[in-house]
């Protein structure tokens, strides 16, 4: 049998599919079941019950949600350009699932060990902006335009301070490699030596993801709901778990860059009983409770100071974080150099 | 075999949608085109064994430089139209420039010979099967040819300032807000309770509330603008008073309880 698997075409297609279904299946449901979290936990916060009618405490509100979006009519605006519009959100939702073919479970557990996974992943978060942009423009909206462009510049923004971030992190590393990066963390995540990084990528995340409280591109409040407000049914479904989906993966970045990934907080022995995924599973959970945390904490950044604190506030200071550990990691002869 | 098949549909796609992106009628679509041509270029990169540089083209080309490419062009107001009138006129200049381009190149091509000393390049960057090439290009850009790497850096910084003071206009008009004035700013500073007496009306206080001192920043002197526009507006400021609160006949005004 497992030579089927490792040696024949058919067999390495198969294992591939096998694989991609056996990371999909778990992010989709756990994609369902964050909308419901998200409305639980946000219900505790503000001392009210939240979703508690369908099925016991609400667990299966996330699919009746899901067949609400499914049973909608797909509404498509009369001035629109039919194929942008329907692709916009596509394009946003396959992305959200092909960045975790990098992403490892466990030492040596991804779809693909891809030699430059970082910037794999970095490639693809960027990405995530033209999702946003042909939508808000496709619609013919004003709204959504204006919208989508918000987004864009937000997004375009935050992904320059999460790049000196990564630098950071690699420079301790010496490797694009997603399992070097997390096997480094061994003896110190590097969540407590670079603990001002792990902050200005946890904010930049939120601002990369359009959460509160950088949720300006969907604004209910001055653009509606942004570049989706002409969506309907299962487009609309798509933009939604999109998103989610694109916090499960920056929860993932967070987790694998700055939390150990897979690694258990000590490797003694009630620790590494408990199998690597579920370590990375649970430092991805606790990331995203922090999302909701903040989306029930604080109030939205105005414009101009979402754009003050990405280009005044976080660029510097990673900036001088990073040539900081560069220099502290080359008097100290701690630079992993010449490993290539 | 199958490197070949699909560098050909690589390749075809990619050579499509750069003719795509001149002919699109909508730039929009144009904008898009170019970007699936920067992802095809990707994929060949992939094939020939340079995943740093597939990974670069992306994260550079289609990250950044095409988003900026696109914010412009949608926001471009364009008749297109109009744009496609002076099609018939211009096509004989077009057609020059082309057809130069296209001699050029040729001439170009045909004469290309690979360096003598090229296998010195081996030399520099030993290539090994456990040695990346993000690693391999590491060591040539900034270990061998870091001075000439440098000097295209600091070309670049150079263009970069040039841009920016070409386009940084201190505009005597803009408002350009102070974060730490904004921050530093206090009830006491903004907000004046003034007891309005009943049955007259903001009529009767001159039109409208406001307090003595605006909390308006361009009343500060100083705060933005260049010295002299500073100075011709504090002084319209002071002859032309737009609201000066006298209290009205007949009230003792604030004092009012």
Known sequence: MADFFFHTTLGQLLLIVLETLAVLVPLLLGVAYLTLAERKVMAAMQLRKGPNVNGPFGVLQAFADAIKMLTKETVIPSGANRMLFLFAPFLTFSLAMVAWAVIPTGNGLAIANINVGVLYLLAISSLGVYGILIAGWASNSKYAFLGGLRSAAQMVSYEVSIGLVIVSVLLAVGSLNLNDIVLAQRNVWFCLPMFPMFIVFFISALAETNRAPFDLPEGESELVAGFFVEYSALAFGLFFLGEYANMFLMSGMVSILFLGGWLPPLGIAPFTWIPGPLWLIAKILFCLFVFIWVRATFPRYRYDQLMRLGWKVFLPFSLAWMVLSAGFLMVTGLLPGGAG | ?257
């Open chain 2, 1 to 257: 075999m199958m490197t070949q098949i699909v560098f050909y549909v690589f390749a075809a796609v990619l050579v499509l949608s750069a003719t795509m992106v001149v002919c699109a009628r909508n730039p929009v679509h144009s904008v898009l085109f170019l970007i699936l041509a920067f992802f095809n270029a990707a994929g060949l990169f992939l094939i020939a064994g340079a995943e740093f540089l597939a990974m670069t083209l992306v994260i550079v080309y289609v990250g950044a430089v095409a988003v900026l490419f696109l914010f412009v062009v949608m926001m471009l107001d364009v008749n297109f139209a109009r744009m496609r009138e002076g099609v018939q006129r211009y096509a004989p200049i077009g057609g020059v420039v082309g057809g130069v381009l296209l001699v050029e190149l040729i001439m170009a091509f045909t004469r290309w010979r690979v360096a003598s000393n090229i296998d010195q390049v081996g030399h520099i960057v030993p290539s090994s099967p456990t040695r990346t090439n993000t690693a391999a290009l590491g060591d040539v850009l900034y270990t061998h040819y870091i001075f000439l790497f440098q000097s295209c850096a600091l070309v670049l910084l150079v263009a970069m300032i040039g841009a920016i003071v070409l386009t940084l206009r201190d505009r005597p008009t803009g408002r350009r807000q102070n974060i730490d004035r904004q921050h530093d700013r206090t009830p006491a500073d903004s907000l004046e309770m003034l007891q309005v007496p009943l049955g007259v009306g903001v009529a009767a206080q001159g039109g409208f509330l406001r307090p003595h001192t605006s909390y308006d920043v361009a009343s500060v002197p100083g705060s933005y603008g260049t010295q002299a526009w500073r100075e011709q507006e504090m002084e319209e400021e002071t002859q032309t008073a737009l609201v000066v609160i006298t209290p009205a006949a007949g009230t003792k005004g604030q004092d009012n309880a």
